[in-house]
């Protein structure tokens, strides 16, 4: 059930949020249909959730990244379809924020996509290919140019989530195919790889001209930062002029090294961390972790470390910011509108997938978090705020199967709103403050 409310957003003069004229107007011609419950998750008091689309992608539920056009269309990455294109394109011709057009189109499935200079970008997991959105009606018209191909092929970590920034690059993540580069994936006990192979061509973020077509990555790429096993989220920040990623950390540390780590230290060791990148950049992957209880870059049982042994000091970077591990950061953007208040204006909002191997414990996850920032950097390396919650259903989640959503992609619309997609059902919530 919907309530279907009358919104003027005369709550922009009070003290708690700023706005401008294009979005308050945009704001009081809407009806928006919130729905009973936030559409099943939980939302800080004075925020509520209009559901967008209950279904995106029917029985397959594969959404990934989201992005939302300057008119408030909104294209959704698929990871897999049956019988279908790969892009879901919606639209709302009635203004309650529900999408009451739905149509679909591409060869190419995938994670990430975002719009650049008129252009729609998807990267299925080995290339970056654009549609152009000159006299799109919804869905582009144009055929599509492969702007990036050659990407290492790769079972694991194969997603390939990208950015813009400010001077028309484009930054892209190429994840480790492996764990922590063992001799033996996966393999208690076998040793590390040193060197490790996947440095040369993976496990960082590479830059390319975000407006050349036909790059490949070893004759058009630049290694922008390495030792990053995975971003499973990667943004710019106009701001500030700077690259942003979230790492998804290790696993199995007590599976494969169980004589140094007991199950609850492995867990929620090691950390996902939050990066703040700059060209040159190492991060440390596979050689260290991060042990956020710590606070410190740890060795790698798989090149000699006990747990108790830190990384060389000074030859890797550190995060930002910390969370427990295996929580899967899968989206990062920084919160730029004037739609919610203003204590939200340039924080960063991260999107957790959930965990799969913390078992026998709970997994974790599952859930939005808010990282206020004080100018380039968060206020605190520990502080975050649970944003959106109740994605899983239960408070006792045994397998990822088991939760109702997963929170995947993030984006913000052109009034403010905040968009969450869900990859299990294709569940798409649109989060608008209300004061209410």
Not at 79 to 98: C, F, I, Q, S, W
Not at 119 to 134: G, K, N
Not at 182 to 203: F, N, V, W, Y
């Amino acid at each position: 059930m919907r309530q279907k409310l009358i919104y003027p957003l005369v709550i922009c003069l009070t003290a708690f949020i700023s706005c401008n004229t294009d979005n308050r107007s945009q704001m009081e011609t809407g009806q928006f249909s919130f729905a009973e419950n936030n559409g099943g998750i939980v939302l800080p008091d004075g925020f509520q959730a209009v559901v967008v689309a209950e279904e995106v992608v029917d029985s397959v539920g594969e959404a990934r990244y989201i992005t939302v056009n300057d008119n408030g269309d909104v294209y959704v990455a698929l990871r897999r379809t049956e019988n279908r294109p790969g892009v879901a394109a919606l639209r709302d011709t009635t203004g309650d924020g529900v999408a009451d057009r739905l149509e679909y189109f591409g060869d190419y499935t995938g994670t990430g996509i975002g719009l650049h200079n008129g252009f729609l970008y998807i990267a299925p997991d080995t290339a970056v290919v654009r549609y152009s959105m000159e006299n799109a009606d919804l869905v582009p018209q144009s055929e599509p140019e492969v702007v990036l191909s050659g990407l290492p092929e790769q079972s694991g970590h194969a997603s390939k989530p990208f950015t813009f920034d400010n001077q028309g690059n484009l930054y892209i993540n190429v994840g480790a195919p492996s764990n922590a580069c063992q001799e033996e994936s996966r393999t208690p006990g076998s040793r590390g790889q040193d060197p490790c192979p996947d440095l040369e061509r993976q496990a960082g973020i590479w830059q390319f001209d975000a407006d050349e077509v036909n790059q490949t990555q070893q004759e058009d790429g630049v290694r922008y930062a390495t030792g990053i096993r995975n971003s499973g989220g990667i943004t710019w920040n106009s701001e500030h002029s700077q690259l942003y990623s979230v790492q998804h950390g290790r696993d199995q540390l007590h599976t494969l090294w169980p004589d140094i780590y007991t199950s609850e230290q492995s867990a929620e060791l090691p950390a996902e961390e939050f990066f703040k990148i700059n060209e040159g950049d190492n991060f440390g992957w596979p050689y260290t972790y991060y042990d956020h209880q710590k606070g410190q870059k740890m060795t790698n049982p798989e090149y000699g470390g006990d747990g108790e042994t830190p990384a060389p000091e000074g030859e890797y970077k550190d995060p930002i910011a910390a969370f427990p591990g295996h929580w899967a950061p899968n989206n990062l953007i920084f919160y730029s509108g004037d739609q919610f208040p203003d204590r939200y204006k340039n924080g960063a909002f991260i999107a957790f997938h959930g965990s799969w191997n913390r078992a026998p414990h709970p997994q974790e996850g599952y859930k939005v978090v808010f990282v206020p920032f004080d100018g380039d950097e968060p206020v605190s390396s520990s502080d975050y705020e649970v944003f959106a919650d109740g994605f899983a259903g239960t408070s006792s989640l045994r397998s990822p199967g088991d939760a109702d959503y997963r929170p995947m992609g993030l984006a913000e619309g052109p009034d403010g709103s905040l968009y969450i997609s869900d990859s299990t059902q294709g569940k798409l919530w649109r989060i608008i403050y209300t004061g209410n």
